[in-house]
Structure formats: C-alpha cells, structure tokens
C-alpha cells in the first residue's frame, strides 16, 4: 500500500514545484511516474514534458542513478532523458533538475523497492479466463459515475451507447461469484484513462469511450473505474483467491484527445497521411510473397478511425514510452498476463521487441494478442510457429479466431464432407504451424463479436456441445461475461447490443443473475453446466497439459480423447438430430484397457463401453476407469 500511495501522489499532483521566485511553469508530465531499483534493464527513458522543457539543461544527483544523455524533440515542450540505474541504487526521491535562461524547474521522482506480492504469474491451460467490460458489469461506487471535470459527464445505463457506471469495486464484489463458476483469472477490456469527448459512431449516434480502448493518458486509471487505488485493490483481491489478472494493451492508437497528440513530441510520432486513410484491415499483405509495400504500408500505418491516431512504433522514442510503459504496469499493478489489442496493424519489429522486454523481466508471463484472421497460416504468423518465412515472431500465444470460426460455423452447419464438426476437427488438425498450441487463447465469443448463443439459433443443447469443446480441447479458454446466465444480442445496430448490463449489477435491476434465485430455470441450468466443467477441468490435468488424439467424425458425431500417463478423458459429441449408439471399436487404440467411463456431468458411471448412446445434439464427458 505503501509504494501505491507514493505513486498515486506523482499521479495526482506529479510533485512538481518551482525552485525560483519566478514561478517558472512546472513540468507538466514525466513519464515513466516513478521506477524501481533492481529491475534486470538498468536503462530508463523518461519522457518530459512542459513549457519549453526541451530548452532547459536537466541534472540528476543520486546515488546509483546516472543521466546518460538528454535528447531532444521536433517539439520544444519535450525532452527525454536517458537514466542507467546502477544495482547500487537504493529506494528513495530524488530532483530532476531542468535550468534554462536563469531559470529552475525541479520535479520529484521515486525509485522505489520491488515488492514480493505475485506478478508475472502467466496464466496456462490450467486456467479459465473470464472476460469483464468493467463499464457493463457491476456498479460497486455509483458516487464516482461521472465528474463534471472530465470532457464526458454522462452516464446513463438506459442509454446503450454511454457510460453505464460499472467500475471496479463492482468487479471485486463479484469476485467469489467468479471463482465458485470455476474462473481462474479475469481480463477486463482497459481501465486506462478514457477522458474523451464523445466520438460519431454512426450518422445517428455519439458514442462513450466506455469499453476503455481509447487511451488519453497512459499512466492514470480512469477515475470512473474508480483509479489507481481500486485497481490495485483488485489485483490485491485476486491474488488473494489464487486467481490472476490479465492487462489489455493497446498500442496501435490513442484518442485524439490524448495530451500528446494535442501536443505532438515528433512529426513522426503518429502515421500522418496527406488526407484521412483508413488501415485496408487485410493482414494477408503482410505473410503474401507477391504484395507491394503500399499495401502493408496501409495495413500498419492507415488509422482505425479517424478519431484513433495511428501510433508510429518506429519512432524510438515512442518504442521506448510504450514498452517501458508495459512493464510499469506489471510492476506497479502486479500483473500476471497481457492481452495485446488489434495486435496485426503494429510495427512487427516493435512487438517483437516489446515482447521480448517483459519476458526478460517476468520470464513466466503469458502474452496473447488480438489477430482476427481467417486461417491457420494467418494465425501461426502472428506467435511463434514453424513455418520458414521471413518473419519470426516470438509472441507466446495469441487469441485462437481459427477455432473460433470453427466452433460457431460448426454449430451452424448440418454435417458434411467439410461441415458440421469437420470444422472443429479441421482447426484443431492444423497445430503442426504452431510452436505452442497449448498456448493458444479459446472462445465463444467476445466483446466485438454476436453474441454465442444468438449465433446458434437460442439452442441449449448446442450451447452445451460449444461449451464442451471450449473446456476440454487444447489451449488456454477464456469465457466472455454474461454467456453463462444465457445473455444474448447481435451487433444490430451497433456493439452496444452485445455489450448490455450484467443484470443484477446495478441499481433498480429487476433480477439478479449473479445469485441461482434470480436466474430462470434454464439460466441456471446453463450456469451450472459451465461451473461443473470449468471446476472439473481445474482438477483435471489431463484437460490441461494432456496429450489430444482427435478422430475423424463420422456420421455426425466427433470424438477426441485427452490424456496423460494417469488420466484419460474421452469427450463425445452428436451433432444428429436422433440419438446415436456409438461403436467404440474404432477407438480401440486410446480405449484398450479401460473398463469402465464416468460422466463427469451426469455422474453416471459405464461398464459396458462397447456401444456408448450419444443422445441427439449432445455432448458427453468421460472419465475413463480400468
């Protein structure tokens, strides 16, 4: 708590004071906001901004830290110093001195001592993460809302495109709910300051920066969320429960309400265009031997929108302000993994080189970004793969679109040559691209996709079989708030629709769906479906590390076994209409031995496994017994 209040007084008041008579203007940012000793880079880059602050000579006294070089930028208001901070440095505050025409400005920094509370955990196939826009959860402080000072002061939860009030003491409220549903770590899309005005989503519409992916200054929690305080109060919370917490990076762009856009550091700090150009959006461009340059010059350096900037990572100076960034994060808020946002529009160097910073600090950390592709090919290019192309990357994992597609195209489909089943079977067959599999992030859905269940048509049954796949296949699974009380929409007429209130989560809330009386009879049996499986596979390491031998389907029905030298697991679906029984001669090469298979749901245990009845539209989990 200690290290958290000295942060929170850089934050706030950035401890800036003049040391002349002149009242020279102070420095209005320095970033990194404090550091540590002992870190395994020595080498620190502050940003430094204010009035001039490219003018001003700086000097550093303190033992152990050295300032290295001061460079200048295209802007005045800008300088950036480099530091070497020896292993002899010890915790403390020291003065960043600035002197310029007869003038002083003096800054207070902080170098401060690492804690021993637990960070850079990573999170692994033993896990299931679950996946919160803080916004649409849960209001745990209905006094922080809104603040008149903030460029949106709205909040209104009957209005789908504002601020709805969920913060973050909503979320630690319903932490207990989260780890009794069998969840083991919680991504929430950012809690970065989002103080922007209200951006045209449409022609009819203005739209909040609620969901967070709109930074405006990268070293303060938004206020709405509940700030600093709250979110290392939730880290806090979460370690405590042996669960972890996953950050959400962006790094492509930033509001155009963003102080350093407003005040821009380089001419090319941004990708600025003669006119608007939005990114092509085809990361083809980037893995096709035949595409011209203009074309990946458009993927990378055209903008989101055209009120998102579109960040220039080659810029150094900027590399620096974002990785050092990332690492200040899981230093200051103990963070255990980090999802990468629209991961295909970065400079792919840049990422590497990202990458590669927080694994040398946090050896253990699990990094997966957001590459919505279409195929395995496009997918493996993104993390660490086999294939011999020019460009290796090295990031650990990534979200798994290719099963995503596969799953939800699956239960759309009757069964044919390539329908149906086939495309999980498919997905799954192409792991041979990947160094990793099992470090692939699985889903159902998320918070810019329709919504799962709205995708198959409202069928529990088929619920069941994407809820199975999700839980005993490969990868690391994560699940999107709400889908186990049954929460539907379709991104008609916009995102709001698929991003809706938990209900129960706030004020005048009719039923509470976070508690088993506030569900329906069939929103409870969906919620104890998923808690049932998540818990047994939080049990269950064959699940997790297991060896995967998946047969062909056949007939509509797909099986797969999981296993290691102690369990196995066979998992049966039946994407028939009528009931099938199951001749398990075929799978004689996994099943010799066994005699007997309890299901995990139902607890009904099998002796005789020569034909096993797979009801119609069904999933079926066994544990297998000799």
């Given at each position: 708590m200690k290290r958290l209040l000295l942060c929170l007084s850089l934050l706030a008041g950035l401890s800036r004071h003049p040391a002349t008579a002149q009242n020279t203007p102070a420095l209005t940012h320095v970033h990194p906001t404090n550091w540590w000793v002992g870190m395994k880079n020595p080498n620190l880059q502050l940003l430094i901004h204010g009035p001039q602050a490219g003018a001003m000579t700086y000097q550093i006294t303190y033992p152990g830290v050295r300032l290295v070089k001061t460079h200048k930028a295209d802007n005045?208001?800008?300088a950036f110093l480099d530091l070497t901070i020896l292993p002899s440095a010890k915790p403390g505050k020291f003065q960043i001195?600035?002197?310029?025409?007869?003038?002083?400005?003096s800054h207070a920094y902080e170098l401060m001592a690492r804690d021993k509370s637990p960070k850079g955990q990573g999170v692994s196939t033993a896990d299931f993460i679950y996946l919160i826009m803080p916004d649409r959860f849960a209001n745990g402080d209905p006094a922080n809302d809104k603040f008149g000072d903030m460029l949106d002061t709205s909040a209104d939860t009957k209005v789908p495109h504002l601020r709805h009030g969920g913060d973050l003491q909503g979320v630690i409220n319903k932490l207990d709910y989260l780890k009794d549903l069998g969840v083991t770590a919680l991504w929430m899309t950012p809690v970065i300051e989002n103080?922007?005005?209200l951006k045209r989503e449409a022609p009819d519409r203005?739209?909040?920066?609620?969901h967070g992916y709109h930074f405006t200054?990268?070293?303060?929690?938004?206020?709405?969320?509940g700030g600093e305080t709250a979110y290392q109060k939730l880290a806090d919370e979460l370690h405590k429960r042996g669960m972890k917490l996953v950050q959400d990076a962006v790094y492509n762009h930033v509001s155009d309400d963003h102080w350093f856009y407003k005040d821009q550091p380089f001419k090319d700090w941004f990708n600025n265009w003669p006119a608007y150009t939005g990114s092509n959006h085809k990361d083809v461009v980037l893995y096709d031997p035949y595409a011209p340059a203009s074309d990946r010059k458009t993927l990378l350096d055209g903008w989101f929108t055209p009120f998102l900037p579109d960040l220039n990572q080659r810029n150094p100076f900027l590399a620096n302000y974002l990785i050092q960034h990332a690492i200040w994060s899981t230093e200051m808020f103990d963070l255990d993994a980090w999802r990468v946002d629209t991961y295909k529009y970065?400079?792919?160097?840049?990422?590497?080189?990202?990458?590669?910073a927080l694994l040398a600090e946090y050896p253990k950390i699990h990094i997966f970004g957001e590459s919505w592709v279409g195929n395995p090919v496009a997918q493996s290019f993104f993390v660490r793969n086999k294939?011999?192309?020019?460009?290796?990357?090295?990031?650990p994992g990534g979200l798994d679109f290719v099963l995503y597609d596969a799953i939800n195209a699956a239960l759309r489909e009757n069964f044919g040559w390539d329908t149906g089943v086939n495309r999980v079977h498919q997905a799954v067959a192409s792991d041979a691209l990947y160094a990793d599999p099992l470090k692939l992030v699985t889903f159902l859905e998320n918070h810019d996709t329709e919504r799962f269940l709205s995708v198959i048509g409202d069928d529990l049954n088929k619920y069941k079989m994407g809820v199975t796949w999700l839980l005993t296949q490969r990868g690391i699974p994560h699940w999107y708030y709400g889908t186990e009380v049954l929460m539907n929409g379709t991104k008609n007429p916009s995102d709001a629709e698929v991003r809706k209130d938990f209900p129960g989560g706030f004020p005048g809330d009719k039923n509470d769906k976070f508690t088993e009386g506030g569900r329906d009879k069939r929103e409870n049996e969906a919620f104890n479906y998923v808690r049932k499986l998540a818990n047994y596979r939080k049990t269950t390491p064959a699940l997790q590390s297991g060896r995967l031998t998946q047969y062909l389907p056949q007939n509509g029905t797909y099986v797969y076994f999981r296993y290691n030298d102690k369990q196995t697991v066979m998992v049966a679906t039946n994407q028939n209409d009528q009931e099938i029984a199951l001749d398990t001669e075929r799978f004689a090469e996994r099943m010799n031995g066994f005699r007997s298979a309890r299901n995990v749901l139902s607890g009904e245990t099998l002796t005789d496994l020569k034909l096993i009845k797979l009801p119609a539209k069904s999933a079926v989990v066994f544990e297998l017994g000799r």
């Open positions: 005045p208001n800008y001195t600035g002197k310029s025409g007869g003038k002083t400005v103080d922007e005005t203005m739209q909040a920066g609620y200054d990268h070293y303060k929690i938004d206020r709405r969320f970065n400079d792919l160097d840049f990422l590497n080189r990202c990458n590669a294939m011999d192309i020019g460009f290796k990357s090295n990031q």
